[in-house]
Each structure stands twice: as structure tokens, then as C-alpha cells.
Nanobody
Framework: QALLGESGGGSVRPGGSLRLSCAASGYVNSNYCMAWFRQAPGKEREAVAA???????RFKEALKGRFTVSKDSAKNTMYLQMNSLEPEDTGMYYC??????????????????WGQGTQVTVSS
């Protein structure tokens, strides 16, 4: 069984920072693409970034510069560092994974393993 567990969400003021973690267990290993998605209230779930075992990243263009993604292979954990947070960043943040067959892209339908999500609220 594959499990993904997100943590690190919370409430911050605009301009603040948060670091989310996604711990993978079970058969999710370095052969899997991992990604962050987010879903704002009333909106579609959208991709934030994907990372492969080599650390190659694919980012939603609009978030480059404020968000960074990293991975600790020894801990089988992926991180999302979010800086200069804006109210528009509010939403549920999900970790996802799928067995890697090619590049690790941002196509939501390719990801078949999902975490429960962690809430991020940016408000003054």
C-alpha cells in the first residue's frame, strides 16, 4: 500500500512563509514522480510543481520565484517552501505520486496516489 502524508499547513499573513512536507511510505520510491497540487475554494485542483528522483523540477510558471520544491530521498519526503504568500495562495495543498514512465510533468490525470491534503490560509 502506498501512502502520502502532508503536513505543515496553517494560517499566515500575506508576505509570510510556510514549508509543507509530504512523507511517502509503502511502495512509493525513487521510481515515482511526486508533485504538489492545490485547490482553492470553488476552483479546480491545479498543479504547483513536480519533481523526479534526480531533482528535476517542473513548475507552474506563475509560482516560480516564490515557491520551491525539494526532495530528501533518504527520508522519502518532498517539501514545498512557499514564500511571499498571497491571499490567492489559500487552499488545500495535496501531495501526489505516480510510477514514472517518462518525464514527471504536471498533468493531474497521471497521478494516481494522493494524500489527504493540508490547508493553507493566507489572510490578514
Amino acid at each position: 500500500q502506498a501512502l502520502l502524508g502532508e503536513s505543515g499547513g496553517g494560517s499566515v499573513r500575506p508576505g509570510g512563509s510556510l514549508r509543507l512536507s509530504c512523507a511517502a511510505s509503502g511502495y512509493v520510491n525513487s521510481n515515482y514522480c511526486m508533485a504538489w497540487f492545490r485547490q482553492a475554494p470553488g476552483k479546480e485542483r491545479e498543479a504547483v510543481a513536480a519533481i523526479d528522483e534526480h531533482g528535476t523540477l517542473r513548475f507552474k510558471e506563475a509560482l516560480k520565484g516564490r515557491f520551491t520544491v525539494s526532495k530528501d530521498s533518504a527520508k522519502n519526503t518532498m517539501y514545498l517552501q512557499m514564500n511571499s504568500l498571497e491571499p490567492e495562495d489559500t487552499g488545500m495543498y495535496y501531495c501526489a505520486a505516480h510510477f514514472r514512465l517518462g518525464i514527471c510533468d504536471l498533468v493531474r490525470g497521471r497521478y494516481n496516489i494522493w494524500g489527504q491534503g493540508t490547508q493553507v490560509t493566507v489572510s490578514s
